[in-house]
Structures are given as C-alpha cells and as structure tokens.
C-alpha cells in the first residue's frame, strides 16, 4: 500500500495500461464490486468527474479506500495485467478521480426516490455509513447514531500520517448531505427508545475495547491499550508524551500503525514483540516494510510475561517461545514459552496491542457467536428488526470490507420493509 498520489499524466498513462478484461476479476474482487474497468476507461477518455461518480455510487468510503484500501489483497491481486509486468494501480486511479472532484465541487447527484420508512443507524464508522448511504439511495429516512464524529477507526484511531483529517471528511461532507447525523452515545435506555420509533436498526459499533494480555503488571502507569494510545495521540499530538524505549506487543497491522505512531512522537527505541514468527504474522506486508525504515525493531518467538518496575514501567519481562506444529483455531502454529528463557526488555511505555472486542454492554440481549453478534445471511440479528454489519460481526476487517457489508446489510433491509428485492439507484 503506497501512498502515492498520481498526476493527470501519470493517471492517464497508468489508464492506458487496463487491459479492460471481459470478467474484470478485479471488480468481483473488490468487496464493494467497483466497476473498476469502467472508470479506468472513463479516465482514459479525460472523464474524471464521471470516473469518481462511479466509484462513488459503489463505495460510500471512496476515498479514504482511495487513500489506505490495502489493495494487494483485494482487486490488484487478481489484476490480470500483473500476470504480464505489473498490476494496474487500481486504488491510485480511484482516489485521483474522487480528490479531482474534491477540487472541483461535488457534482449534483439526481434525486432520490421518497420513502416514508425510518431506519436508525448505530455508529458512523465505515460500515454504518456505507448502509446509511444506501438506505438514502432506496429513499429512506435515515438517522445515524454516534458518540462523535462521523468516521469511526479511520477518523479516531488511524494515525494521520497515513489518512489525513481533509481526506476522510472529503466522503463524510458529501454522505452528510443525504442522511441526518445525530451526535449521541447509545446506551439500553436510548437502544429502547430506537426500536419502538424506528421501522429498522443497523448495528454497527465496530470493536471498541481494548484487549487485555492478562499479565501482572498490566495496570502500571506507563502500559497503553493501543486504542486509547492511537486516539489520544491523534487528539492531541503535542501532549502525548512516550518515554525514550517503548515496546509494542502484537503483531497485526494495528501494532505496526502503534510503532510508527511512536517513532513520530520522538521515541528513540521502539521494540515490537510478536510470539510467532514472521510468517504467521497478519500484516500488510508495505506496512511491515515501512515500519522497519522507519527504524522499529521487531523481534520474533517472544512472549511477554510481566511488566517490571515499581510505581510506573520499567521494562517487560518476556520469554522466548518456540511453534508446536500443532494448530490453533486461528490456522496458525501454537506458541509455547521455553522454560528457563526470561529476560528482560528495558521500557519506559508498554503498548498493548493484541485485538479489540465489542465494547457495547447494553447489547447483552443480542447472541453472538465467538464474542462477535450473530447474523444470517441478511445480516439479521437474534432480534426482530435489527441488523448488524463491519467489525462486530466478522471481527478485525478492512474499511472495504465494511462498508460492503453495510451496503449489503442496507438491501437485506429494504427487502424485508418493502419485500423487494431491487437495487438501489446509482447517484
Ligand atoms: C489502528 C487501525 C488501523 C487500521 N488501518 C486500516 C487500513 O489502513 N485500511 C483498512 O482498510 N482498514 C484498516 N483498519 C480496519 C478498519 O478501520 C475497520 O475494519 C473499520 O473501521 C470497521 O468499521 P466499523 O464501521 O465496523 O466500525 P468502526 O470504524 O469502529 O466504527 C464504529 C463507530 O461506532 C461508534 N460507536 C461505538 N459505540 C457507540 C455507542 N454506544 N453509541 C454511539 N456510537 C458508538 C464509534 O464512535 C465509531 O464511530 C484499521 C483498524 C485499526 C484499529
Ligand atoms: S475499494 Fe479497495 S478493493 Fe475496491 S477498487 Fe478500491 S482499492 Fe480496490
């Protein structure tokens, strides 16, 4: 995932490079299904404007997926062209198109149809506003539920260095206009109140709480969950402040946004410890890459056992760990510490970055299934008339990921108001 941003020219010549493919293996692999050849070819022919339009009517994130969409898992990695040289740079042209209109002026959408059914949407991340976007689209009255801002993970927790405030409110000015946000923190009572006034709800809280690793020590001043460490150094840059040596533990894309957050912030050594090897980590490998030039150091077959120091973090005791060929239920080799293998990592801060969960108590009357909420096919929960999409449902994803899960949570919903099954109009 590089962050370039192509000229006219270059996004032109990288145009002409689409081989147009019949099948366009690339839009079925895009999980919003972009029609990817045909914007490519509308920029080709000079129509910028209309390439965004495009892309725009199928994913409600158009350019923040423009800007950090890890593409090499999805549409470039099928993209037949790299078969001959190189993939055509498919998220580059995208966000060339959309940020193009960006400078223009958003162009005039056609009208939407009317309809006189309210739906309520739960949290204005990527997934509750690619559902939010169309129920807009099918004609529904929408209100979409936050505690802040309208973003969620991309707005509060991904560093800005890789996703700008300017670029993530490009998509949120223009979703804005068609549905009503409403700055409110959903509690039981409020949960309540929105199933009797609303004709449908969409859950989408995404994985708010930080994952605790269960070690002593773990409360000592100077350890950090990675979420509240992320969004606070997004807040407030100039007052988080990091000792010289910190230590990062996790090894997912998170901890390596959590290192490079730390490396900016002024920290001489940071340390990432990961219990596997480098194999078994999921990450995207440019990330992983970008974190090492950046000068953070990741060691491997390393479990860390308890913090060391008084009243605030001194280091971390770990051990070293060796893989059993055996499995666990994520697919990967288990880990065992190796005894007699303690030492100790010198640190001033310990981030915790092991995974989030649902940090939603007043849903407790929702099933879920493995921490995460149950849904059917349709996104249906356990209960009548709420649905629910993104990461609290399918665990860690991609911004991608979620908002087509919203968008196909939204065409489940208007299937069970109106009992059609249609798609909603283009913009
Ligand atoms: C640090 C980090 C970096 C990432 N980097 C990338 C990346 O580069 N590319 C990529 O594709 N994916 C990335 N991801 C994953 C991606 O951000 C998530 O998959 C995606 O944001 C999930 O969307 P969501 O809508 O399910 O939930 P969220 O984005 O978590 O949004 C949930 C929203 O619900 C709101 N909310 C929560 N509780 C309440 C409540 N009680 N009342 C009202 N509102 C509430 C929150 O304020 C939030 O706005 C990253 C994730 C993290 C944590
Ligand atoms: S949203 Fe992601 S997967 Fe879809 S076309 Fe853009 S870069 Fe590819």
Known sequence: MMNLTLTAQQARVEAERCLQCFDAPCEQACPTHIKIPKFISMIRNGNIIGAAEITKTSNALANVCGKICPEEIFCQSVCTRGKQDSPIQIRELHFFATQEEVKKGFSKTKPFPTLNKKVAVV???????????????????????????????????????????????????????????KKKTVDGKAFEQIQKLYNATFLAVGLGKDRPIGIPGEKMKGVLPVLQFLESAKANPKRMKLGKRVVIVGGGNVSLDAAAT??????????????????????????????????????????????????????????????????????????????????????????????????????????????????????????????????????????????????????????????????????
């Open 123 to 181: 949290g204005a991340g990527p997934s509750g506003l690619g559902c939010a976007f169309e129920l807009s689209k099918y004609g529904y009255l929408v209100d979409v539920f936050d505690k802040g801002k309208p973003g969620g993970v991309p707005r509060n927790s991904i560093p800005a260095f890789r996703l700008a405030d300017k670029e993530l409110e490009s998509d949120t000015k223009f979703l804005s206009k068609y549905f009503s946000l």
């Open 262 to 427: 730390a490396k900016r912030l002024g920290a001489e050594s940071v340390i990432l410890v990961y219990r596997r090897s480098e194999k078994e980590m999921r990450v995207w490998k440019a990330e992983l890459e970008e974190a090492r030039k950046q000068g953070v150091e990741i060691r491997f077959l390393i479990n860390p056992v308890a913090v060391v120091g008084k009243k605030k973090v001194e280091g971390v005791k770990c051990r070293h760990t060796k893989l059993r060929k055996q499995k666990d239920k994520s697919g990967r080799p288990i880990p065992v510490e190796v005894k007699g293998s303690e030492f100790i990592i010198d640190a001033n801060n310990i981030i915790i970055a092991i995974g989030q969960s649902i940090a939603a108590d007043w849903l407790e009357g929702v099933e879920r299934e493995k921490g995460y909420i149950k849904v059917d096919e349709n996104f249906r929960t356990s209960v009548d008339k709420i649905f629910a999409g993104g990461d609290m449902i399918a665990g860690e994803g991609t911004i991608v990921q979620s908002v087509a899960q919203g968008k196909h949570a939204a065409q489940a919903i208007h299937e069970f108001l109106s009992g059609k099954q249609e798609a909603a109009s283009g913009i």
